[in-house]
């Protein structure tokens, strides 16, 4: 599914009505939805406004301008560097560890005993958390 799929179902039936005000990332002036589909801010469950911008975006849309984190790959040009991440693989049902040799384009789990290469989807970095401050 992509990106524009989705917002297409999250407007749902408003989508004809609203789509020339919807932008690329699904949001919507607060002002154009309310003069043209004022029931729709209830019926989508809107996201309040943000502060200075006044945009708006039905709630299954959030995280949708940076995909959760997550880098879609569907071409070379979106392949990381070397290095290790968590991944979305066909191979798995949640998404695990693994480890991406640009050199040989391949993709291994870590922290399982399965050693064979992985078709992955998506990838994000490892973000170490911080340790406590006091």
């Given at each position: 599914?992509t990106k ?5 179902e999250?407007y749902g039936d408003?989508?004809?009505?609203l789509r020339?005000?919807?932008?690329e990332d ?11 589909a004022?029931g729709?801010?209830?019926e989508?469950d ?5 502060l200075?911008?006044?945009l708006?975006?039905?709630k299954q ?11 879609k790959?569907?071409?070379?040009e979106?392949?990381p560097?070397?290095g290790?991440y968590r991944?979305i693989?066909l191979?798995y049902?949640k998404?695990?560890?693994a ?9 291994l ?5 399965d050693?064979r290469f992985?078709e992955?989807t998506h ?8 340790p406590p401050i006091?």
């Amino acid at each position: 599914m992509t990106k524009e799929d989705k917002i297409k179902e999250a407007y749902g039936d408003y989508w004809d009505v609203l789509r020339k005000y919807i932008d690329e990332d699904g949001r919507i002036h607060y002002n154009d939805i309310r003069f043209v589909a004022n029931g729709a801010i209830k019926e989508l469950d809107m996201i309040e406004p943000e502060l200075f911008l006044k945009l708006i975006y039905p709630k299954q849309l959030e995280g949708i301008r940076n995909n959760n984190g997550w880098t879609k790959i569907e071409s070379e040009e979106d392949l990381p560097v070397s290095g290790e991440y968590r991944v979305i693989s066909l191979q798995y049902s949640k998404s695990i560890n693994a480890k991406y040799a640009r050199s040989s384009n391949t993709w291994l789990p870590i922290g399982t005993d399965d050693r064979r290469f992985i078709e992955v989807t998506h990838y994000k970095r490892i973000i170490e958390d911080k340790p406590p401050i006091y």
